[in-house]
């Protein structure tokens, strides 16, 4: 019940709703949560692991749902995975997504980096990270946290790439 009045009180990302609660069940939790928010992931983890139980927390709209006993690392991968859709179907809703780098105009949606008249194709990658940086203009970008954001995972190979992802678009930018 605190839960919930928070939920209205506040701006969530994610919701982690377990079924087995003390004065009202999950589900009718997530029922009420759907009432404000239709779009807000929610993820169910329970001991529940009956078919039925499944079913019915699908169809009242949970993304996942997890069952008891479970790894941490796996809810923390299917967090970001549900998280980075949300964010993809949210940046694809905002069609004119258009930013100012010093000279440069860049169309994320178009993959096109502009300087005068000169039109510069980029390739999808590079436009998903010169997107990232500028969603993160004048603020530091954790590098572990661009790898995750893009490439899904943090270790050495995914670095190099996107150094190399890095040098490309430094080229790119150079005449400003």
Do not use: H
């Amino acid at each position: 019940k605190d839960g919930l009045e928070e939920f209205k009180k506040r701006a969530y990302d994610l919701v982690l709703l377990d079924i087995m609660l003390p004065l009202m069940d999950g589900f009718t939790v997530a029922e009420e949560i759907r009432k404000n928010d239709s779009e807000i992931p929610i993820i169910f983890i329970t001991a529940k692991n009956m078919k039925e139980d499944k079913l019915k927390g699908f169809m009242i709209g949970a993304d996942d749902y997890i069952t008891k006993p479970f790894s941490t690392e796996e809810l923390k991968l299917r967090i970001n995975a549900i998280l980075r859709r949300v964010k993809r179907n949210t940046d694809s809703s905002n069609k004119s997504a258009k930013y100012n780098i010093g000279k440069y105009t860049f169309d994320f949606y178009n993959y096109l980096l502009t300087i005068g008249s000169t039109e510069r194709q980029l390739t999808k990658r590079e436009a998903e990270l010169l997107q990232l940086l500028c969603l993160n203009m004048n603020r530091v970008l954790r590098r572990e946290v661009a790898l995750k954001t893009l490439w899904g995972e943090d270790n050495y190979f995914m670095g190099r790439s996107m150094d190399v992802y890095i040098t490309k678009l430094r080229k790119l930018l150079s005449e400003d």
